[in-house]
Nanobody, 115 residues
Framework: QVQLVESGGGLVQPGGSLRLSCATS????????MGWYRQAPGKQRELVAR???????SYADSVKGRFTITRDNAKNTVYLQMNSLKPEDTAVYFC?????????WGRGTQVTVSS
C-alpha cells in the first residue's frame, strides 16, 4: 500500500509563504512523476505543479513565478514552496505520485490565506 503524507499547511496572511512537503516510503518514488493539486470549496481539483522523474517542473499559469516544486529522491520527498500567497490560493493541497499508469494520492493538507 503506497502512502503519501503531506505536511506544512496552515494559516498565512496574504503575501506570506509556506512550504509543503509530501513524503513516502515507496521505493518507486525516484521513477515517478510527482504532482501537487489543490481543491477549493465548491471547485474541481486542479493541477498546481508537476515535476518529472528527471526533475523538470511545470506549473499552472496561476502560480507561475510564485510557487516552486522540487524533489529530493534521497528522501523520497517532494516540496512545494509557495510565496506571495493570495486568498485565492486557499484550498486543500494534495500530493499525487504517478508511476506508469498507477496513481496514488495523499490525504491533503489545508492552506488558508487570510488576514
Amino acid at each position: 500500500q503506497v502512502q503519501l503524507v503531506e505536511s506544512g499547511g496552515g494559516l498565512v496572511q496574504p503575501g506570506g509563504s509556506l512550504r509543503l512537503s509530501c513524503a513516502t516510503s515507496e521505493s518507486l518514488f525516484s521513477f515517478s512523476v510527482m504532482g501537487w493539486y489543490r481543491q477549493a470549496p465548491g471547485k474541481q481539483r486542479e493541477l498546481v505543479a508537476r515535476i518529472s522523474s528527471g526533475g523538470s517542473p511545470s506549473y499552472a499559469d496561476s502560480v507561475k513565478g510564485r510557487f516552486t516544486i522540487t524533489r529530493d529522491n534521497a528522501k523520497n520527498t517532494v516540496y512545494l514552496q509557495m510565496n506571495s500567497l493570495k486568498p485565492e490560493d486557499t484550498a486543500v493541497y494534495f500530493c499525487k505520485m504517478t508511476f506508469v499508469t498507477n496513481e496514488y494520492w495523499g490525504r491533503g493538507t489545508q492552506v488558508t490565506v487570510s488576514s
